[in-house]
Each structure stands twice: as C-alpha cells, then as structure tokens.
C-alpha cells in the first residue's frame, strides 16, 4: 500500500516472519489475558542434522552447545517462549538501518528509524526536501 502527499510519500509494506532453524511458531489460544502472542517451541532436527549439517536443538549431541550458540537471537527476539514484538521491531530497525549505511543511497539520502510499538518505521530523507515514511508490518505464517 502507498500514499503521496506534497513533498511526502508513505509506503507500507507487510514482513512475514519465519523462525529460525530449529524453532517453529505458534499463536498461543490460552485464555490467559496476553492471549495471542506468537508461541516459540523447538523442533526435533535430527532426521535433517546429518544431510544438512544443521544442529538439534531438541537433542544435541556430546560436545554441541545449541542453545549458547542460537542464544543471542533468542535473548534479542524473544521473552521466555514467546516472541517479543517490542524486541523484534527494535531488531528489524537496527538491522535495516545498519544495511542501509552500505548501500549508495546512503550517501545522498537519510534513513531514521521512528519510534513505533506496533509495526517498524522509517523516515527517508531527501536533500531536496521529499520524505518518504515506510512502515513495515511484522506477521507470522
């Protein structure tokens, strides 16, 4: 979806997210009152691991240390076994405006992560004075 205005365009683009290897999501039913937050539970690798080369985290093996090595994504994204979308939405603009400041257009344009709590949000800055707003919506399959 997009919208101009004089001097300003706005822009919203809909992210679906994917776990991480090893993970899978869910949308948690329980009646309780944060009913509806994204589930993360572990998945069974093992049948792949040894194709693949990819870790178990379910059932590792002697000497494999899974859960120190995929703990910085999980510490980042999630709170306990749930993802955390404040923490997301902080990730996803750190990343995005770290890969911003390599492309070219970096040069001629500014990129400003917006305060936001339900989606991510940029402010891309023109010298000719133009403004673009990008939102970028967060979803789960």
């Known amino acids: 979806d997009w919208s101009t205005q004089e001097n300003s365009s706005t822009y919203r683009l809909l992210v679906i997210l994917r776990p991480p290897p090893g993970h ?15 589930r993360v539970a572990l998945e069974c690798l093992c049948p792949e691991e040894q194709l693949l080369g990819k870790i178990c985290f379910l059932h590792p093996y002697a000497g494999q240390r899974p859960r120190e090595q995929g703990s910085y994504l999980l510490d980042t994204l999630y709170t306990g076994c749930f993802l955390d979308l404040e923490k997301v939405i902080c990730w996803v603009q750190m990343v995005v405006v770290s890969a911003w ?41």
């Not at 949000?121 to 979803?139: C, D, V, Y």
């Open 24 to 38: 899978s999501f869910s949308l948690d039913t329980t009646e309780q009152p944060q009913a509806g937050r994204i």
């Open 101 to 141: 400041q390599l492309l070219p257009q970096s040069l001629h344009c500014q990129l400003t992560a917006l305060p936001s709590e339900k989606c991510c949000r940029f402010q891309l800055s023109s010298p000719s004075g133009m403004q673009s707003t990008i939102e970028m919506a967060l979803a789960v399959q």
